[in-house]
Nanobody, 117 residues
């Protein structure tokens, strides 16, 4: 099973930027989609952005125009460039992949993003 490891989180001020990385232990070429999720304390995990094998992207409305997802198949890595960060973006961020029509039930350790006001 492909393992995913997230990195790149940290503490930034409002308006700052971070770039998250998600490295896979195996090839991501077979993934229909790869995505970034986030979970804030006492809130449900939510899909932030996804990218298909053909490069089509999706963003939730609250991050559209500020976040950008990309993938590097050669490095088996996806990225999430986050600009103009807001306190409401504070959460643990996780990546996941869709191999067979749905997101996997297993999750990595995530990476914490904290945006100070």
């Amino acid at each position: 099973q492909v393992q995913l490891v997230e990195s790149g989180g940290g503490l930034v001020e409002t308006g700052g930027s971070l770039k998250l990385s998600c490295s896979a232990s195996g090839s991501i070429l077979s993934a229909n989609r790869m995505g970034w999720f986030r979970q804030a304390p006492e809130k449900q995990r939510e899909l932030v952005a996804s990218i298909t094998s053909s490069g089509r992207t999706y963003y939730r409305s609250s991050v559209n125009g500020r976040f950008s997802i990309s993938r590097d198949n050669a490095k088996n890595t996806i990225y999430l460039q986050m600009n103009s960060l807001k306190p409401e973006d504070t959460a643990a961020y996780y990546c996941n992949l869709d191999l067979d029509g749905g997101w996997r039930n297993s999750w990595g350790q995530g990476t914490q993003v904290t945006v100070s006001s």
